[in-house]
């Protein structure tokens, strides 16, 4: 049972590139979030995903976008990448919203130059 | 809104001793409250949780009372070991998850 799973773990990208961070889960979790955290900021949501085809704008939307076409996967596409978007990217999911735990994957970090 | 209010960092100890993170809620209703922790270089994994008032976590030999009265979920460990050394997050969850700003721990021989 590897849970959720992200790739790349580490990517370098260039002022005005994009690029997409995958997320997968096999849990059969209807609801998937990404998170990023910054340092001594804890984590902010970006966006989340209630089930396939259905998403949603968390704290800090701007210059990111998402999809959500089946239950495992829930992808995170970075629009003409910004040194603000250097962060660490965490993607999670979970059984129910609110109160149940979430779990979360590996993270990828992300550099912008 | 809700929040969730975090004991700052960095906390150093040395091997053997007790350990306590502060952490304070302010919500409306019943939140289910969480500790995470964070290894280096890894995501966050659950490391305990609480959902009602007077409910107890425990895990590794870590506990977590849910405090209502004080709206408190404060972080316990009788004695540290080295592989503790971590960053450890408090966080509530009711319509969504709310994270405190973590706080790292380091554990000396």
């Known amino acids: 049972n590897a849970g959720v799973t992200q790739t790349p773990k580490f990517r370098i990208l260039k002022i005005g590139q994009s690029m997409t961070l995958q997320c997968t889960q096999d849990?059969?979790?209807?609801?998937m979030y990404w998170y990023r955290q910054d340092p001594g900021m804890g984590l902010k949501l970006i966006y989340y995903?209630?089930?396939?085809?259905?998403?949603d704008k968390g704290e800090v939307p701007n210059g990111y976008n998402v999809s959500r076409s089946t239950t495992e996967d829930f992808p995170l596409r970075l629009e003409l990448a910004a040194p603000s978007q250097t962060s660490v990217y965490f993607c999670?999911?979970?059984?129910?919203?609110?109160?149940?735990?979430?779990?979360f994957g590996p993270g990828t970090r992300l550099l912008v130059l | 809104g809700d929040s969730v209010t975090q004991m700052e960092g960095p906390v150093t100890l040395s091997e053997e001793a007790f350990l306590t993170i502060n952490c304070t809620y302010t919500?409306?209703?019943?939140?289910?409250l969480f500790w995470y922790v964070q290894y280096p270089g890894e995501g966050l994994q659950l490391l305990l949780k609480?959902?009602?008032?007077?409910d107890k976590g425990s895990n590794k030999g870590f506990e977590a009372t849910y405090r209502k009265e004080t709206t408190s979920f404060h972080l316990e460990k009788g004695s540290v070991q080295v592989s503790d050394s971590a960053v450890y997050f408090c966080?509530?969850?009711?319509?969504?998850?709310?994270f405190g700003t973590g706080t790292s721990l380091t554990v000396i021989p």
């Open positions: 999670a999911s979970s059984y129910a919203q609110g109160r149940e735990t979430q779990y």
């Open positions: 849990m059969n979790h209807n609801y």
């Open positions: 995903s209630v089930g396939a085809g259905i998403t």
């Open positions: 919500a409306t209703g019943y939140p289910s």
């Open positions: 609480a959902t009602k008032a007077d």
């Open positions: 966080a509530l969850g009711r319509n969504q998850f709310y």
